[in-house]
């Protein structure tokens, strides 16, 4: 049986057998909203969303549908959605042994207007294996930048990574570089047009944060501020890749969002009884 009633409360049995609580249409819409586009919300596609409603503890009947046409019919998903056009290519993926092991790193801007503090560009780093970004703007990225970034950002959060990859720009390269990639016995790789598999994961995720700090803003000056929300969103969304959220796999548990203040218990009160009633 996949739904039953505690009291007045209705819930869904998923097919992880967690709990989620069934609501009526006034209070999906409200929790749709606030997933989608609240204060940590990607604006995340209509499958997406979906997934993220159910993994936040809530089902109703039209949910996926709901979702869809929800995401569908958003303004700044309109706006800021992607244009294609070129014909896709293959995707090659470079894989990566095991969590923070290899990181590619790429620099988002010119950023016009720059932002109210003078900042107009983004540092993105990637892990490879777990899809983690790690970000930070600039006014500028030089490669003293780029060295204290892998430092104090990389190295220092999570550990001696075997290699790092970058295209061929100045700031990536270069004496500073050397040095730190020598002290700290890290591979240094060049990315060349002839290898775009090597900065594709980078790129991808360089465009994924741009959208989702553009749909997030309202003051577009102010888009430094949003930066942090935009990495919390970009980390608590499932990667297609992965099938997974990158917090997930870094910290093994789901991240406690400001979505949640009308979530239920994630198991349930029945789980919460089963479980007092063994216990006596």
Not at 197 to 211: F, H, L, P, S, T
Not at 248 to 266: C, F, I, Q
């Amino acid at each position: 049986m996949n739904f039953f009633l505690d009291g007045n409360i209705l819930y869904k049995r998923s097919r992880d057998q967690t709990l989620l609580r069934c609501v009526d249409s006034t209070e999906a819409r409200r929790i749709v909203e606030e997933v989608h586009e609240g204060v940590c919300g990607a604006h995340a596609s209509g499958h997406k969303l979906a997934r993220q409603v159910m993994r936040a503890g809530y089902y109703w009947l039209t949910l996926e549908t709901d979702c869809i046409d929800f995401a569908r019919k958003c303004h700044k998903c309109q706006i800021y959605a992607d244009r294609i056009h070129t014909p896709a290519n293959t995707l090659h993926v470079l894989t990566s042994p095991w969590p923070f092991s290899m990181w590619g790193m790429d620099v988002i801007g010119l950023i016009t207007p720059k932002a109210s503090n003078g900042h107009r560009f983004i540092l993105v780093a990637i892990d490879y294996f777990t899809k983690w970004v790690e970000a930070a703007s600039y006014a500028n990225v030089t490669q003293k930048v780029v060295c204290k970034f892998i430092q104090k950002e990389i190295v220092c959060r999570y550990g001696l990574p075997e290699r790092i990859i970058t295209d061929n720009a100045s700031n990536f390269n270069g004496s500073m570089m050397k040095e730190v990639c020598a002290k700290f016995k890290i591979k240094h790789h060049n990315s060349t047009p002839y290898r775009p598999k090597m900065n594709g994961v980078v790129e991808a995720a360089n465009k994924n944060i741009k959208r989702i700090i553009e749909k997030m803003t309202d003051i577009y000056k102010d888009w430094h501020e949003k930066l942090p929300f935009a990495l919390h969103a970009y980390r608590t969304t499932v990667q297609t890749s992965t099938g997974a959220t990158p917090f997930s796999l870094v910290y093994g548990m789901e991240a406690h969002d400001p979505r949640e203040k009308w979530t239920p218990n994630w198991e349930g009160p029945f789980v919460v009884k089963k479980a007092f009633q063994e216990e006596h």
